[in-house]
């Protein structure tokens, strides 16, 4: 793509950069971001020329407190999830977050770009049977003139990301344009002749010293505590990893430690399952070459980000806490390229209605369509 067919970008709720750095592999010049973690946009400034470009504006003022942004082909945002999260206490109504996202509509009506895009947690098309969902959406199709709106839960894994992340995606274009946005089909799967399989976790950081004394959480007294043990931390090397979550504690377990075994489950009276290490190293089975940690700990910070498709020379500012706040809320680079390269490219957009298009009429049947998904899914 030549520079004059690269698209300007503004960036909302950026991070340290993670969305921007994949907008920019796709094909995006962001010239302002913003984010008000000051960890976060040291990160950013730091890196800059990596993750947007020299001249990138790095603002770091609460988002409340900018009157005006500046003009843009695509807005990007990722506004916070908390009050949305499955893995918080889900109270929107208490949460001042919640509404953040009328500061990203005022910016796509001040803005008005041909193409926006959102990512947000999964669990917000669940939470109030979708209202708040579908308030987004409803406000974004009638910013300006209007934009054309495709919503899609998409696994990071699908797309070559060595760790599991289902989020949600809200594409917008412009009415104007006349297309719709057709979100790119998984290049990874399950082992098969039709897609790549999946990425190794294990494969993906075995470059990486197993030896990281002061990149990961171990306290001295009771490092794993009942909590952590209560289910199973350790995925298995070949495997993408579990989700990569940002409070140091929660980080699940290295490829290379020792496999953990359920000892004991209750869950009718009450109780949570109970685990614990063994001394077998299931991943050198069929490699026996492969390094293995004789003491379990908790994946780095630096291998979370490897994990996240983050590039190695990116070292987030902080205390190593913060860099794990960092690494784990922002988006893979590598699954933000792909949703991007369908609005650069033009591959995504098409005259043709999307089967991910969300108008007034038809919410109703995405969401029944998601809840019924859901249940199956529990059922088996």
């Known amino acids: 793509m030549t520079a004059r067919n690269r698209l300007v970008g503004v960036s909302l709720f950026s991070g340290c950069g993670g969305s921007d750095l994949g907008a920019k592999r796709a094909g995006v010049d962001v010239i302002f971001s913003n984010d008000c973690f000051l960890p976060a946009t040291k990160t950013y400034e730091a890196f800059k020329s990596i993750i947007a470009n020299d001249e990138t504006v790095v603002n770091t003022k609460n988002i409340r407190e900018i009157p005006s942004f500046p003009s843009c082909d695509i807005l990007i ?9 499955m893995g918080g206490p889900r109270l929107p109504e208490s949460d001042d977050r919640t509404s953040l996202y009328k500061e990203f509509l005022r910016c796509l009506v001040q803005t008005n770009p041909r193409y926006f ?33 495709s919503f899609l839960s998409l696994n990071a894994k699908d797309y070559g990301v060595p760790a599991d992340r289902k989020r949600i995606f809200l ?29 190794s976790h294990g494969e993906a950081l075995i470059d990486l010293p197993l030896d990281c004394t002061g990149e990961y959480y171990h306290p001295e007294k009771d490092p794993f505590s ?3 043990m209560s289910r199973n931390r350790k995925r298995a090397w070949g495997d993408p990893a579990y989700t990569v979550v940002s409070n140091w504690r929660h980080v699940t377990l290295h490829p290379a430690s020792p496999t953990m075994h359920m000892i004991s489950s209750d ?14 190293y299931e991943h ?69 209605i999307s089967p991910q298009y969300v108008s007034e009429q038809n919410f109703d049947t995405h969401l029944k369509a998601i809840q019924s998904a859901k249940r199956a899914k529990q059922n088996i």
């Open 117 to 149: 895009v959102v990512e947000n947690v999964a669990g917000m098309q669940l939470l109030e049977n979708g209202r708040y969902l579908y308030e987004q959406i409803k406000a974004f199709s009638e910013a300006g003139q209007g934009y054309l709106v």
């Open 267 to 280: 869950w009718r009276n009450g109780s949570k399952q109970q685990w614990e290490f063994t001394q077998e």
């Open 77 to 85: 945002g990722c506004y916070p999830c908390q009050s949305f999260t």
């Open 284 to 352: 050198r089975a069929n490699v026996p070459n492969l390094p293995v940690l004789e003491l379990p700990r908790r994946l780095s910070w630096r291998e979370c980000a490897v994990l996240q498709t983050f590039p190695v020379e990116i070292e987030p500012e902080g205390s190593v806490e913060a860099k794990y706040w960092q690494v784990g809320n922002a988006v893979p680079p590598l699954l933000m390229e792909h949703i991007v390269q369908g609005l650069t490219s033009g591959v995504g957009l098409k005259s043709t």
């Open 171 to 199: 594409v917008g274009v412009r009415r104007d344009i006349g297309a719709y946005y057709w979100f790119p089909k998984p290049t990874h799967g399950p082992l098969s002749k039709l897609q790549t399989p999946y990425a």
């Open 226 to 228: 009942w909590w952590f």
